[in-house]
């Protein structure tokens, strides 16, 4: 499982991969991920059990622009408004899909919706042009682990798992993407990350409403345990110690003292 720096001959490479139902992990604008032909069910099988990640939990299409996504999720003035406020960017639009998508169901995860993405990162932006196919990428690590901001973090998580690792250095956000539910009647925020709730809510001119505790996933982040580092926590501590790292809520670090 090589780590490839991402060139242009390189990106093609993958998307090669992609194209003969491979999985290739990439870096976007919020962390690296672990994709595979939305439109092949072996491909996206193959990321399911990389990452040891529950079927019944959804993932997101990625899509090259707003065209390709309007061929998958039937787009309604909400969605079109938020779309060409904020794609590219790090905004999940969950949508009711078209019959015709081409998206297999475990994308989805067998509901009638689905989460697309057009990513502002310009490596996942020229695969996902190479490829000439929707990407189903969730984040590229083992389910529940913390997510991968480098190709290294990805490489020491999944071990021999994807083809190709593309290398496009630390990701600019660190932060999943916001996943804003459109689907229905009224916006709900799905999951929070690295667009503002407040910035969504002022370009639609209404409030989010919140996904309903025991829903069914509509879309990644909205099981009870995600992101989980696996570490032990100190809480009140006045001094750090070798090997930890400090969560400071107030107060400065000294020669190692909390003040």
Same mark, same amino acid.
């Given at each position: 499982?090589?780590?490839?720096?991402?060139?242009?001959?390189?990106?093609?490479?993958?998307?090669?991969?992609?194209?003969?139902?491979?999985?290739?992990?990439?870096?976007?604008?919020?962390?690296?991920?672990?994709?595979?032909?939305?439109?092949?069910?072996?491909?996206?099988?193959?990321?399911?059990?990389?990452?040891?990640?529950?079927?019944?939990?959804?993932?997101?299409?990625?899509?090259?622009?707003?065209?390709?996504?309007?061929?998958?999720?039937?787009?309604?003035?909400?969605?079109?408004?938020?779309?060409?406020?904020?794609?590219?960017?790090?905004?999940?639009?969950?949508?009711?899909?078209?019959?015709?998508?081409?998206?297999?169901?475990?994308?989805?995860?067998?509901?009638?919706?689905?989460?697309?993405?057009?990513?502002?990162?310009?490596?996942?932006?020229?695969?996902?042009?190479?490829?000439?196919?929707?990407?189903?990428?969730?984040?590229?690590?083992?389910?529940?682990?913390?997510?991968?901001?480098? $190709? %290294? #973090?990805? *490489?020491?998580?999944?071990?021999?798992?994807? !083809?190709? +690792?593309?290398?496009?250095?630390?990701? =600019? /956000?660190?932060?999943?993407?916001?996943?804003?539910?459109?689907?229905?009647?009224?916006?709900?925020?799905?999951?929070?990350?690295?667009?503002?709730?407040?910035?969504?809510?002022?370009?639609?001119?209404?409030?989010?409403?919140?996904?309903?505790?025991?829903?069914?996933?509509?879309?990644?982040?909205?099981? $009870? %345990? #995600?992101? *989980?580092?696996?570490?032990?926590?100190?809480? !009140?501590? +006045?001094?750090?110690?070798?090997?930890? =790292? /400090?969560?400071?809520?107030?107060?400065?670090?000294?020669?190692?003292?909390?003040?």
């Amino acid at each position: 499982m090589p780590i490839e720096p991402a060139t242009h001959a390189t990106i093609l490479r993958a998307a090669k991969v992609l194209a003969g139902g491979g999985v290739v992990a990439f870096p976007t604008e919020t962390v690296y991920g672990l994709g595979a032909d939305a439109t092949s069910a072996e491909a996206v099988l193959r990321v399911y059990e990389m990452k040891g990640r529950p079927r019944f939990n959804p993932l997101i299409a990625h899509v090259a622009d707003i065209e390709t996504a309007g061929a998958h999720g039937h787009f309604n003035a909400p969605a079109r408004k938020l779309a060409q406020a904020f794609w590219p960017g790090p905004l999940t639009i969950v949508l009711n899909r078209r019959a015709e998508s081409g998206i297999c169901d475990l994308v989805p995860a067998g509901l009638e919706t689905i989460a697309l993405r057009v990513p502002a990162n310009k490596i996942a932006r020229g695969l996902l042009r190479a490829a000439g196919c929707p990407v189903a990428a969730p984040s590229a690590n083992r389910a529940g682990h913390v997510s991968p901001t480098t $190709a %290294s #973090h990805v *490489a020491a998580d999944l071990g021999e798992g994807p !083809e190709i +690792i593309l290398d496009g250095g630390d990701t =600019a /956000l660190g932060l999943e993407s916001t996943v804003v539910d459109l689907s229905g009647p009224d916006p709900r925020l799905l999951r929070p990350g690295g667009l503002a709730r407040e910035e969504i809510e002022d370009a639609l001119g209404v409030k989010l409403g919140n996904a309903e505790p025991g829903d069914r996933p509509a879309s990644p982040g909205q099981l $009870a %345990s #995600h992101y *989980a580092p696996r570490a032990r926590l100190r809480l !009140e501590a +006045i001094s750090v110690e070798p090997g930890e =790292a /400090l969560l400071a809520l107030a107060g400065e670090i000294d020669g190692g003292n909390v003040t």
